[in-house]
């Protein structure tokens, strides 16, 4: 569905609780040019930084940090964000609000959140459409223009 609405070659791409680093290695394996991943697990850091080694992506940057503190002082536009945070975060509604105001997703580019059916973020600045793919949700987000 990404491939339809944006190329992912030569993009910068932020990936949010990392978990296993699926998302990137795929976004690593599509071309995308910058790659920041944030996990703070040690065990699932340690694991993305060493599969990143293995597969040869130079282009990464794995960052052993809470994603609410990263979110707080990062001044980098991404072209694609993407949060896959454990469906039991309390705070996921502050994740969207905190990347629209900090103004992360770059002209052109989306964020994804990865949340369930009883999260709904159609009123939420910079909500573009979202996927019900029964007990997931995918919700799409673009810049705002102030």
Known sequence: MLNSRMSLDGISTLDLFGGTGAISYELASRGADSLVVVEKDPIMHAFIQKNMQ?????????????????????????????????????????I??????????AAGGFFVLEHTPRNNYETFDGFSFARNYGTTVFSFFEAVNE
């Open 96 to 105: 969207p609000r905190i990347i629209v105001h900090q103004k992360l997703i």
């Open 54 to 94: 293995t597969l040869g992506v130079t282009n990464c940057q794995v960052l052993r940090l809470d994603i609410f503190m990263y979110l707080r002082t990062c001044t980098q536009q991404f072209d694609f964000i993407f949060a896959g945070p454990p469906y039991a975060l309390g705070a996921i509604d502050e």
